[in-house]
């Protein structure tokens, strides 16, 4: 599978943007799909994933600001971020877990196919 993210920017703090990823080379219908994302010197954290069945479970920090969204016809997921704040900035990569269980959806390594990342940049 690969993946394609796009839809970062460049946003004031209370902006938003949405964030695509497109799955080409197998379909993931049958897969977790999710997004962390990574800051500066920061480790990549996790941010929303919806499972196959529509499932949808949020970090903490994002939760009621942002929405995972997936299309299984065209394989693509969508991040729609609301009042974004300084601190959402971070390099955001979206990933495909067909192992994913509901244990492990906070865990990189669940995740076997990942995106190559868009730039979120969040000015006060």
């Known amino acids: 599978v690969q993946l394609q993210a796009s839809g970062g920017g460049s946003v004031q703090a209370g902006g938003s943007l949405r964030l695509s990823c497109a799955a080409s080379g197998r379909s993931f219908r049958t897969a977790a799909v999710g997004w962390f994302r990574q800051a500066p010197g920061m480790e990549r954290k996790f941010v929303a994933v919806m499972n196959r069945s529509g499932g949808k479970f949020y970090a903490d920090s994002v939760k009621g600001r942002v929405t995972i969204s997936r299309d299984n016809a065209k394989n693509t997921v969508t991040l729609e971020m609301d009042s974004l704040r300084p601190e959402d900035t971070a390099v955001y990569y979206c990933?495909?877990?067909?192992?994913?269980?509901?244990?492990?959806?906070?865990?990189?390594?669940?995740?076997?196919?990942w995106g190559q990342g868009t730039q979120v940049t969040v000015s006060s």
């Open positions: 990933a495909v877990g067909p192992s994913v269980i509901s244990s492990t959806v906070t865990s990189q390594s669940a995740y076997a196919y």
